[in-house]
T-cell receptor
């Protein structure tokens, strides 16, 4: 039981589809994150939200669109993705934004682009 | 800029033997250092962190890490390895003076504990 739940766990989509990844945290944290994990590469931070406000955006292509309607939920809307976007997408939360706080991760969504 | 290096892609150790997973870092300010573990088909789990104080940090599952400022290292250790310790281990660093929320992760080290 991680406290951070991601759905779906697996997603296969075509390049022209639109889909959304969902993340929910039950820890009462104020910060949430999206990461991309590709094989043989370090984790790549995509977005950071603090109390529903985006505080960091790491030059992520516009085909990825985050949404944070409240401090417990985070979405990643996907459209017109490329094959190189196939990866494991991890959501995390922490008490507050900032690298001094341990982050709690969900189990990820494995995304495959056809 | 902050960076972290894990020089070994894979570490193999016999069950019951001590294990070490290496990590070195580079920051311009004061480092905040972390170790995380990832089991197959799971997210990352926090093991331990160093912010300040005692250079030897104790964490979950019997793991510990030693902060060495002169060598800019933060190696993960465990006195006696278990087969269940087999997993992917990530070192991470945050530069408190960088003005960013970003935690920088290493590429990961796959630990295999051989029965």
């Amino acid at each position: 039981e991680t406290g951070v739940t991601q759905t779906p766990r697996h997603l296969v989509m075509g390049m022209t589809n639109k889909k959304s990844l969902k993340c929910e945290q039950h820890l009462g944290h104020n910060a949430m994150y999206w990461y991309k994990q590709s094989a043989k590469k370090p984790l790549e931070l995509m977005f950071v939200y603090s109390l529903e406000e985006r505080v960091e955006n790491n030059s992520v292509p516009s085909r990825f669109s985050p949404e944070c309607p409240n401090s417990s939920h985070l979405f990643l809307h996907l459209h017109t993705l490329q094959p190189e976007d196939s990866a494991l997408y991890l959501c995390a939360s922490s008490q507050a934004p900032g690298g001094d706080q341990p982050q709690h991760f969900g189990d990820g969504t494995r995304l495959s682009i056809l | 800029a902050q960076s972290v290096a894990q020089p070994e892609d894979q570490v193999n150790v016999a069950e019951g033997n001590p294990l070490t997973v290496k990590c070195t870092y580079s920051v311009s300010g004061n480092p905040y250092l972390f170790w995380y573990v990832q089991y197959p088909n799971r997210g990352l789990q926090f093991l331990l962190k160093y912010i300040t104080g005692d250079n030897l940090v104790k964490g979950s599952y019997g793991f510990e890490a030693e902060f060495n400022k002169s060598q800019t290292s933060f190696h993960l250790k465990k006195p006696s390895a278990l087969v269940s310790d087999s997993a992917l281990y990530f070192c991470a660093v945050w530069d408190s003076g960088a003005g960013s929320y970003q935690l920088t992760f290493g590429k990961g080290t796959k630990l295999s504990v051989i029965p």
